[in-house]
């Protein structure tokens, strides 16, 4: 998972890129990255770490143009401690193409042989994106007829990129010169939304980022998704053209979208990540009268942030109040995405306090978004416990993990899931906690695609259905070995 955006500007864009990340930064905390593109040149910063910290004056200063694009990255593929692992990436032919990229491939071993011995190109680090950015590159160069480039070279060199590629990915690239080229999967795992605004002197000014927030913190009209399959391209003039490059296209976003990663002011494939949750609040509460007397519980309690919708509607619907007990310390990462099991638990009680008087001698219901790990559930019911709280009750607005999730979160190895092999009571033992509830799956697909035509998600990692086909059991040991090696 990361955040990525990318702006055609009639004014210079460095400083509106920066701003998006800004709002993207819960995407991705490990490193951050600019490029812009003045003319033919292009102009890149790029550092370990968030984007306040990562960008100096200086910086700022050198990142000269009116079309450009950022990443914030979340480490899925390659090494988090490497700088030259953070995106952008930089390849100077053909014309000189600058990428960033929002997912995960799944044939990165066989694109590692081909590039190499049939394509003739060196990928420098371990990244999918560095690999994801020379498969283009080669493919953009086959269609290459003669001096100039034209947007149907560039979407007959996409659709060669979706037959050779495999998993998830939103990408965004500059093509120097020619302008600012964005594509989807055939499969619309990973979310990618354009937006424009006219100037006033008529002309239009176009995004396309991660998450709509963006496009409206930048006033930008939101114009729709960016289908799966489809790639646009955007001239240096403003002209957008596009064309659908998928043989068999179909939307099947990820679910862990609206569980978790989205910020909740968020819409994305026509679903609006706060009602979704609110709706996942609703179906849980259901859940939970059929597994206990709700006279046992005497309050409902989020874990802040991505919880909290839920956990509202799951008091509303049981008629039992809502109270926040747990205070978040702000400046402290989402514990998910930090890399490294010692880290995340480190930092749990750094990220959050529990407020003595809200739990003293209460039978409390704990709402949460998810349970991945369980580092952060347990350290929870621990607090909750020296609160002073009677009975914990500890439910979860998604199903079980119990599968890697292998298009772009970092969930590799089923060993690391505290569901993996464990029945739900083994689950609340583990946890500490006196009883342990999830929602369903099929409440969980119903609650986020209510009232929309999308038929199917992707539930792989609750499920280990995985969409696009081509998941083999000996794919995840690999996985697993090579990520825990």
């Not at 239009?204 to 998704?225: H, K, M, Q, T």
């Not at 607090?383 to 009975?391: L, S, T, Y």
């Not at 009232?451 to 998600?457: A, F, K, M, N, V």
Request: aromatic share 8%.
């Amino acid at each position: 998972m990361c955040g990525i955006v990318g702006i055609v500007s009639t004014e210079p864009v460095n400083q509106q890129i920066y701003n998006s990340l800004l709002l993207l930064q819960h995407r991705g905390q490990d490193s951050t990255g600019i490029a812009t593109a003045d003319g033919p040149i292009f102009h890149m910063t790029k550092a370990r770490g968030q984007v306040r910290e990562a960008f100096r004056t200086r910086d700022m200063r050198s990142l000269i143009g009116n079309i450009g694009l950022g990443h914030v990255r979340y480490t899925t593929k390659g090494a988090a401690e490497r700088e030259e692992e953070a995106q952008p990436f930089y390849v100077n032919a053909p014309y000189g193409i600058i990428l960033v990229h929002n997912g995960n491939l799944t044939n990165t071993r066989e694109l590692s042989s081909d590039l190499f011995s049939i394509d003739r190109r060196h990928v420098n680090s371990t990244s999918d994106t560095e690999m994801l950015l020379n498969v283009l590159a080669t493919e953009l160069q086959g269609q290459i007829k003669g001096l100039d480039l034209d947007p149907d070279q560039v979407f007959k060199a996409v659709e060669q990129v979706h037959a050779r590629v495999e998993g998830s990915y939103a990408v965004i690239a500059l093509i120097a010169g020619y302008g600012l080229l964005a594509f989807r999967d055939p499969f619309g795992i990973r979310p990618l939304i354009l937006g424009r605004r006219m100037t006033e002197a008529g002309k239009p000014e176009w995004i396309v980022a991660s998450e709509s927030l963006v496009l409206e913190n930048g006033d930008y009209e939101i114009v729709r998704d960016v289908e799966p399959g489809e790639a646009i391209f955007i001239g240096l003039d403003g002209e957008m053209v596009s064309k659908q490059c998928a043989t068999n296209p179909r939307l099947v976003p990820c679910s862990f979208e609206y569980v978790y990663l989205a910020r909740p002011d968020s819409v994305m494939n026509g679903i609006s990540v706060y009602e979704a949750r609110l709706r996942m609040g609703n179906r849980l509460a259901d859940t939970i009268v059929t597994h206990m007397d709700k006279g046992d519980i005497d309050v409902v309690m989020p874990i802040p942030d991505s919880s909290r919708p839920a956990a509202m509607q799951v008091a509303q619907k049981l008629g039992i109040e809502y109270r926040e007990g747990f205070y978040k310390n702000r400046y402290v990462g989402r514990t998910f995405i930090m890399p490294g099991q010692a880290e995340r638990k480190r930092s749990v009680r750094q990220k959050l306090n529990a407020m003595g008087t809200e739990f003293k001698g209460k039978n409390i219901l704990i709402v949460d978004d998810s349970i991945v790990r369980g580092t952060t559930s347990k350290e929870i019911v621990e607090m909750a416990r020296a609160a002073g709280a009677n009975k914990v009750t500890f439910t979860s607005a998604a199903p079980p993990v119990r599968f890697p999730h292998v298009y772009g979160i970092n969930m590799p190895s089923r060993r690391e899931l505290v569901a993996y092999g464990r029945k739900i009571p083994e689950i609340a033992a583990e946890l500490g906690a006196d009883h342990m509830i999830y929602q369903e799956v099929a409440d969980l697909q119903a609650a986020i695609t209510e009232g929309t035509p999308i038929e199917q998600l992707d539930m792989s990692c609750f499920t280990g259905d995985y969409v696009t086909g081509t998941v083999t059991e000996e794919y995840l040991e690999w996985v697993e070995k090579t990520q825990l090696s």
